[in-house]
């Protein structure tokens, strides 16, 4: 164990059980000799073992020189992190490091049975890992007794900070002895974590490793350029991408969650969710869906996905931007962790790509811009993971050889091959088509930066050779915000058909004429389905013959000569088109109306205006 020199001995053994060779940076220099017996300000990579490292540091303060701790009473330790997920990954980080000692440790949550957790403090616990919330109320009733406390530990302080559970981390080191050690963990330091362990932390130790400096180098960034109405399908398609074991998809509101929550389920996804509306049990079982394998999509706000650990996750997606650099790294720093590569996807609206370079700017991360992955990418995707599958390189045993030339007898090489191909790509939700962008190029890159215009392979055909068509209306126009851009995918997606079978596109105010060459209308028709609609309730019909693009101009807009451009009314001059209706002399002044009363019409004095009444004064 000379790997682990400085270490309690019961702790040397059971990181040695648990497969740990060596420590990281941040667990190495919490065991340092001038680390005795102090308090520490510790600031690390997410990722980077901060859970075993403050294990570490209490070990020598709590076993006082001996092997193994005594009869269970008063908390020796106690443990604060900022959410029940995360204070429960600890107490579990903390079972395994302090099995060979006899520790007994118990969690304060809340969400979980108040009863229960106070017969379990009455029973004696060495250390008490909780939230603050929930520590407090057992303070303040009684159940949890800090007076031989010897060390408080703040994990994700600044995360704490940023909940607003400031005065109860104050009210909690209060009430601690003040000869106790207090040891502060936090991927940042801001102003605020500052000023906390100045009031809270005496002579205290400042620790901050390398990694902190600069991006986690297992994580591969990559910002992908999305049009606003392809986010989703943008999303979708980088978890058919990658296949990850686990991913993570971060949103900013717990309505996200519900809606992409519903999305990927109805695509075939296995899903769960993780929102603060969710109960504790709620939350315990998606997370251990996500780690048995029963589930490999995890849809979470910021705040419920705190701290959480998955072995298994490979994959982080930023469906939403984050509001800082810190919640950038912290979201990031879910995977790539222990030595393990993962990848973090941030889905960039190309309304909001100046944001997301800030931010990236700011997090001190190099990321590789581009677009997502497209459904023919994803397809030869799936197709390398298939010929790359052990079955196909296996040794065929000696149970299946007589069935396997059974099969052969019976089938043609080609038909076993096609059959293993279907089974593979069965259950698998389709990629979508997304609207070709061009790849983001950060603000400053001037025009020789970006390279020259792509010139075209073939000239563009003049629209009179587009050949024999048949013309189809669409139930949208210019008042509804259509545009080619997201019309145009929208119909080779729905109607199965590419881009070169679509002609001229004529929009009007209140529908959309377009154009499909004649080869390819009936299958066209055929996709559509018997309700002939596209998304989003517009219909389409097929027209006998060309439409009349004439029979609804614009309205030309004439000034009167008097008028200026800050008149938001139109006024037409006479003469102008509409000159023949009979109400087209807006210019002209309506007759004053004659003055009525109820009981008939009104005196009128000079001008034939009506009179106004005496004021009469009434009686108080």
């Not at 704490?160 to 009430?175: C, I, P, S």
């Not at 004053?592 to 009981?599: E, L, M, R, V």
């Amino acid at each position: 164990m000379t790997e682990f020199a400085g270490v309690v001995p019961a702790i040397a053994e059971a990181l040695t059980k648990r497969g740990y060779s060596t420590l990281t940076p941040v667990q190495t220099a919490v065991i340092e000799a001038e680390m005795s017996g102090r308090d520490a300000l510790v600031s690390a990579q997410t990722g980077s073992g901060k859970t075993v490292a403050f294990g570490l540091a209490l070990a020598s303060t709590l076993l006082d020189g001996a092997d193994r701790f005594g009869p269970a009473n008063k908390p020796l330790a106690v443990a604060v992190a900022p959410t029940r997920e995360l204070a429960l990954q600890v107490q579990r980080e903390l079972e395994w490091l302090y099995e060979m000692t006899g520790a007994v440790i118990a969690a304060s949550v809340g969400g979980m049975d108040i009863r229960t957790e106070r017969r379990a403090l009455d029973r004696g616990a060495h250390i008490v890992v909780g939230t603050p919330g929930r520590l407090c109320d057992h303070v303040r009733r009684g159940a949890l007794d800090l007076s031989a406390c010897k060390a408080i530990v703040l994990d994700e302080a600044d995360e704490m900070l940023d909940l607003g559970f400031r005065e109860d981390l104050e009210f909690l080191l209060e009430t601690a002895p003040a000869d106790r050690r207090t040891l502060m963990f936090s991927a940042t330091v801001p102003k605020s974590i500052a000023t906390l362990a100045k009031n809270y932390q005496r002579d205290a130790l400042r620790i901050s490793t390398q990694a902190e400096a600069k991006q986690h180098l297992d994580i591969d960034y990559r910002a992908l350029v999305v049009v606003p109405s392809d986010r989703e399908n943008a999303i979708i398609n980088v978890l058919r991408y990658y296949e990850a074991k686990n991913a993570l998809v971060f949103c900013s509101t717990r309505a996200a969650v519900n809606h992409l929550t519903a999305r990927f389920n109805n695509r075939g996804f296995s899903v769960v969710a993780l929102s603060g509306e969710l109960s504790q049990s709620e939350r315990t079982h998606a997370l251990q869906a996500m780690r048995d394998g029963r589930a490999r999509v995890c849809i979470a706000t910021d705040v419920a996905a705190r701290g959480i650990d998955l072995p298994n996750l490979e994959l982080v997606i930023h469906a939403d931007l984050p509001t800082n650099p810190e919640t950038l790294l912290h979201r990031s720093g879910r995977t790539g962790r222990a030595g393990r590569k993962g990848v973090s996807a941030i889905i960039v609206t190309s309304n909001a790509r100046r944001k997301a370079e800030r931010l990236l700017r700011d997090a001190r991360i190099e990321a590789v811009w581009a677009k997502p992955p497209s459904a023919d990418e994803v397809s030869q995707k799936d197709d390398e993971r298939i010929l790359s599958d052990a079955a196909l390189n296996d040794p065929i045993r000696e149970d299946e050889a007589a069935f396997v030339q059974q099969v052969l007898s019976g089938f043609s090489a080609e038909q076993v091959a096609a059959a293993f191909v279907r089974l593979a790509r069965a259950g698998r939700s389709a990629p979508e088509d997304i609207i070709d962008t061009p790849a983001f190029q950060p603000s400053g890159a001037s025009s020789s930066d970006r390279g020259p215009r792509p010139e075209r392979s073939e000239p563009r055909a003049p629209r009179g050779d587009f050949g024999d068509a048949v013309w189809f209306s669409i139930s949208a126009g210019r008042k509804q915000n259509v545009e080619p851009r997201w019309l145009i995918p929208m119909l080779c997606r729905i109607g199965r058909i590419t881009k070169q079978e679509i002609g001229a596109i004529k929009m009007m105010p209140e529908n959309t004429f377009v154009e499909i060459a004649r080869e390819f209308s009936d299958s066209f028709v055929e996709a559509l389905g018997p309700k002939r609609m596209l998304e989003k309730g517009i219909t389409v019909t097929q027209l006998d013959s060309a439409p009349d693009l004439s029979a609804a101009p614009r309205k030309p807009f004439v000034r009167k000569d008097n008028a200026t451009p800050s008149d938001s009314k139109p006024r037409w001059k006479e003469g102008g088109e509409n000159a023949d209706r009979p109400d087209s002399k807006p210019w002209a002044k309506k007759a004053a109306k004659p003055g009525f009363s109820k009981s008939g019409p009104r005196p009128t004095d000079d001008g034939g205006k009506p009179a106004k009444k005496p004021f009469k004064k009434k009686a108080y």
